[in-house]
């Protein structure tokens, strides 16, 4: 997040400079937009640290340098705060206590790292003592059933699987009637990740949606796609609807620009972010430092 955090203290000193705000705050969007913030997102944070600041006479405060990193952060936590957090383990257990399965589906477009997040969330249930199932309700892609089931044979989870070209619903569906039967915990259901324009995916979501009735729909989001995150995430959740967000690669060269977009764009949480290829590799997000690494107050 250092990249990121480059740009915040570069509008400070540009603002504390002899610039008026209208062009630091120019400067800090173009500098956002090249830090993975998508325009929409860039254009709505300036927006809101320009009113912050309306009336403030920043040449004439003693601490100004403070005053600044306070909007800022102000301005950042309001955006990846959502309307609802989510304990996912509490949700887990409370669905469970009623003999239910709890069930996940997962959207994303290909290449966002969906099928090894799906693994990852597996292994991370199993080390909390819950047991999940898969639904390989991705009927569509060559080799995606294969993929998904030779990940989770990896972590000791069971695949329910059709033949390519079948129903993705009827997969779902069956995968629910097994956890129900077997007392699995969760169902992890994959999905289709064909781009977001296509209207027979959307179809298919719904469909999956509706026949599965999921209690939590995560969103897979690449950390390093900037605008084409933000845009799929929209296309998503306009048409399927997003309950949390799970964000990929964010130990590649991810400058932490798509959370913020994301979270805007979806008001959901961000529950974990992957920091690596290894099943471990999945930490729940944290909020609070997230903002601290991109706001680094000692930063000169």
Do not use: W
Not at 123 to 145: E, P
């Amino acid at each position: 997040m250092k990249k990121l955090g480059n740009v915040f203290s570069i509008f400070v000193k540009k603002t504390l400079s002899d610039k008026s705000l209208d062009d630091a705050l120019y400067d800090l969007n173009l500098l956002l937009i090249g830090n993975d913030v998508a325009t929409e997102t860039a254009d709505i944070l300036c927006d809101k640290i320009k009113e912050s600041l309306k009336g403030v006479e920043i040449g004439l405060l003693s601490s100004k340098r403070k005053l600044l990193f306070d909007v800022l952060k102000d301005v950042i936590t309001d955006i990846l705060t959502p309307e609802k957090d989510i304990n996912l383990l509490d949700e887990i257990n409370i669905k469970n206590s009623k003999n239910l399965p709890y069930i996940i589906v997962f959207l994303g477009v290909n290449g966002t790292g969906k099928t090894t997040t799906i693994a990852k969330i597996a292994h991370y249930l199993k080390n909390n003592n819950l047991s999940s199932v898969a639904a390989a309700a991705d009927t569509f892609r060559a080799a995606a059933i294969e993929q998904l089931s030779y990940h989770m044979q990896n972590v000791g989870i069971r695949v329910i699987k059709h033949e390519y070209k079948s129903d993705p619903a009827s997969v779902a569906f069956d995968a629910i009637q097994h956890a129900t039967a077997k007392g699995i915990n969760v169902v992890l259901v994959d999905t289709a990740g064909r781009q977001v324009s296509n209207k027979n995916l959307m179809r298919e979501m719904q469909k999956i949606v509706k026949v599965a009735e999921p209690d939590l729909v995560f969103f897979i989001g690449d950390s390093l796609a900037g605008n084409d995150a933000l845009t799929q995430a929209k296309e998503f959740n306009n048409n399927i609807g997003i309950d949390a967000n799970i964000l990929t690669k964010l130990d590649a060269d991810a400058k932490g620009g798509a959370a913020l977009s994301i979270s805007y764009e979806t008001k959901k949480p961000i529950l974990f972010v992957g920091t690596g290829q290894g099943y471990d590799d999945l930490e729940p997000f944290n909020r609070e430092m997230f903002i601290s690494n991109i706001l680094d107050i000692n930063e000169e």
